[in-house]
């Protein structure tokens, strides 16, 4: 079975503050995905990596970055925290193409910044 | 613009099958249908996809409309722990695409 895990599932953060949410897959997988969920709005897409050390913007890349220097380890990183990204962040990864495509989700990081 | 069309919730007796609809009208000839579902405060678990032919595993099965503009995901025998948010999505072929997840149906499962 596919494993993603998250480094955390509960995280409260001051405004300000730097906050790094990782997450790790077991399957080999080139393709991660970082998105945050918030009542409403669905998942956006924050960020994406098709492969180690490569990073592209995903619909609301502004307040975040990535990292990933690792293939099973994609990084989120908060520069400074603000009130506006209290929110359940999710992360995925999928494989190339045919049934590896399909993504598969952690367990999800739900964030609160005061 | 939304892809996929789906009823806002739906309730189902434990023990008898959950059919629950998805019109995906606009779809074109390289997209999927996938279904995934999304316990409270847990991410996405997948279910099943498929491209044109009825799918079926070991979660659930997918029937697909020969002219492609529906689908329909059944749980044979649903259950307390099926109760959850079902996202019917449309997406094309490659890894690196992202999902767009719709608001999905709230399936509540009762006694």
């Known amino acids: 079975d596919v494993k993603v895990t998250q480094s955390s599932r509960y995280l409260v953060k001051r405004t300000g503050e730097k906050v790094f949410l990782e997450c790790v897959q077991d399957m080999d997988h080139e393709n991660m995905f970082w998105y945050r969920q918030d009542p409403g709005l669905g998942l956006r897409l924050i960020y994406f990596?098709?492969?180690?050390?490569?990073?592209e913007k995903g619909d609301i890349p502004e307040g975040y970055s990535v990292s990933r220097e690792k293939k099973e380890r994609f990084s989120l990183i908060l520069e400074s925290a603000s009130t506006n990204q209290t929110s359940m962040y999710l992360c995925a990864s999928a494989g190339l193409a045919g049934f590896q495509e399909t993504q598969y989700f952690g367990p999800g990081t739900r964030l609160l910044v005061l | 613009d939304a892809k996929t069309t789906q009823p806002t919730s739906m309730d189902c007796a434990e023990g008898r099958a959950a059919n629950l609809p998805c019109n995906h009208s606009t779809i074109s000839g390289n997209e999927y249908v996938y279904w995934y579902r999304q316990i409270h405060s847990q991410g996405p678990q997948y279910i099943i996809h498929?491209?044109?032919n009825n799918e079926t595993n070991e979660m659930a099965s997918l029937i697909i409309t020969e002219d492609r503009k529906s689908s329909t995901l059944i749980l044979p025998h649903a259950t307390l722990r099926d109760t959850a948010v079902y996202y019917c999505i449309v997406r094309e072929t490659g890894g690196g695409n992202k999902l767009t997840f719709g608001t999905g149906t709230q399936l509540k499962v009762e006694l």
């Open positions: 498929g491209l044109k």
């Open positions: 990596s098709y492969d180690v050390k490569m990073k």
